[in-house]
């Protein structure tokens, strides 16, 4: 206990020192103060607005995995800490969804809800892995329709009450804890999400598959934790690169798995081993969804471009006399990788205060494997 109030009065030293200095303001002893008493009482202490914003802000530019990093400044940063009811905080979600839709001019935006009390269960707890997910629904052979990416978590939304239409595209429901009552499960009105038809600028055959994706990534099950204070509810989203839809949601074998299928109306032979049948598919997929994304005028950004934003970014800090950390695997695209410039780089991989850590599902909260894992891995944060 001693020892846990010293490390988080160590923590906020540390983050309360880089933001005055940052910032260049004075009056940083007081402060710190100020810090310490409120902790040595209450075994935490509260953020005031600007040092929430430079925290959440500065914990994405310290996202080692992150390629977007150049706009951490541009960070819209949503205060909702105030804030207990599941309703609110689910009417606090659509409004983020509004806000960083922007009808398809995508705003990088966090929410961020209550912060976690000392040895207590956290407050607000948001179960998905992301705000708008396609369900996995596992049929009784074994097929999954949807994503199956997502099985686990559509099993704990059935299991709460939850249906479903049984589509490839069936958005999960929201589902919010307050305190420690049962979660309530909420649908996102089909006006909040805006999603867009895959089709291809030749092949009229793509648009019959039936593809279609949405339009923002909004991260939920990450902990924002700036100077030692933890935030478990803090939703995120940036733009999509086109890759992570098209190569992976898309391509990857062990989610939509659509590379033999789009071969196959190609007119190649999926069954000969060395045509570069995937490659060819995967290019004709990342070309329908950029096309369909840029049409319907929904912010994305292609990889080449995205590798040359990252590197102007590591510029940019090191003329700030800062280090960039990055996770060199996750900033590689997964496609046409050695065409861009980050494939030739190297990074020192270090994680740094603020940043984003992942928890383990709310569900499995006591699961002794998920711990020991999340123990292991430095990206991971337990209390
Ligand atoms: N890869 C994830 C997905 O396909 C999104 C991760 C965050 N991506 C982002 N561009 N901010 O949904």
Redesign the pocket.
């Given at each position: 206990m001693i020892a846990s109030v010293d490390k988080l009065i160590t923590q906020a030293e540390e983050f309360i020192t880089l933001y005055y200095r940052e910032k260049g303001l004075t009056g940083v002893e007081k402060r710190l103060d100020e810090v310490r008493k409120e902790v040595a009482f209450t075994e935490t202490y509260t953020h005031t607005y600007d040092e929430l914003e430079f925290g959440a802000k500065v914990a994405w530019r310290n996202s080692n995995r992150?390629i977007?990093r150049l706009f951490w400044k541009t960070l819209k940063v949503i205060d909702k800490r105030c804030l207990s009811t599941s309703d609110e905080v689910f009417e606090a979600l659509l409004n983020h969804i509004g806000y960083a839709s922007n009808e398809g001019k995508i705003r990088s935006t966090i929410t961020i809800f209550k912060a976690n009390p000392k040895n207590q269960p956290p407050k607000v707890r948001i179960w998905n892995p992301?705000l708008i997910r396609y369900a996995g629904h596992q049929q009784p052979g074994g097929a999954i329709i949807g994503d199956p990416a997502l099985v686990e978590f559509t099993q704990v939304c059935k299991k709460l009450g939850w249906k479903g239409q049984s589509t490839a595209f069936d958005v999960l429901p929201v589902v919010i804890q307050a305190g420690e009552s049962t979660p309530n499960l909420y649908s996102i009105p089909a006006s909040h999400i805006l999603e867009i038809p895959i089709e291809h600028p030749k092949f009229t055959w793509f648009r019959v598959l039936g593809l279609r994706w949405h339009a923002v990534?909004i991260?939920s099950n990450m902990v924002l934790e700036i100077g030692g204070v933890h935030y478990n509810a803090a939703p995120f989203?940036?733009?999509?690169?086109l890759n992570?839809?098209a190569s992976?949601?898309f391509g990857d074998a062990t989610r939509y798995n659509m590379l033999p299928t789009i071969a196959q109306n190609m007119g190649l032979d999926i069954q000969a081993k060395h045509s570069l049948w995937q490659d060819r598919a995967l290019l004709e997929l990342n070309e329908a969804v950029l096309y369909s994304y840029k049409k319907s005028g929904v912010s994305l950004v292609d990889h080449h471009t995205a590798s040359d934003q990252f590197m102007h970014f590591v510029d940019t800090e090191n003329k700030q006399g800062r280090e960039v950390n990055a996770d060199w695997a996750w900033i590689t695209p997964p496609f046409s990788a050695s065409a861009t410039q980050v494939f030739h780089q190297e990074w020192p991989n270090k994680v740094v205060s603020p940043n984003f850590y992942y928890d383990f599902p709310a569900w499995q909260k006591n699961g002794s494997l998920a711990l020991q894992q999340a123990k292991k891995c430095p990206f991971h944060i337990y209390d």
């Open positions: 992150c977007g992301q990534p991260i989203n940036g733009w999509y690169m992570e839809i992976r949601n």
